[in-house]
Nanobody, 115 residues
């Protein structure tokens, strides 16, 4: 069964940084694009960034380009998202999943950026 467990969220002030992590299981991790998504109440999951199976390609939403960095460790079935210069607009629940996403969403990790 495909499963994602996100961690590392929290409360941070504007301009601060956080690194969130995801542990995946139940599929061949190194054969899939892995992505971070975020969701705010009443909205769909928004694609934030994704990374190719061996990390050669990483793509970012315009809103986070230059501030966020996605990475992965295939040996540990983990993915990370380093987030710098956070703004209140980054406040959301963050999820990792495949790209395109499977139906098996984790619980996510809440990021709250105070102004």
């Amino acid at each position: 069964q495909v499963r994602f467990v996100e961690s590392g969220g929290g409360l941070v002030q504007t301009g601060g940084s956080l690194r969130i992590s995801c542990v995946a299981s139940g599929f061949k991790f190194d054969r899939q694009d892995i992505a971070w998504y975020r969701q705010t109440p009443g909205n769909q999951h928004e694609l934030v960034a994704w990374i190719s199976p061996f990390g050669r390609v990483s793509i970012y939403a315009d809103s986070v380009q230059g501030r966020f960095t996605i990475s992965r460790d295939n040996d540990r079935y983990t993915a990370h998202l380093q987030m710098n210069n956070l703004t209140p607009e980054d406040t959301a629940v963050y999820f990792c999943n495949e790209r395109p996403p499977s139906d098996n969403w984790g619980q996510g990790t809440q990021i709250t950026v105070s102004s």
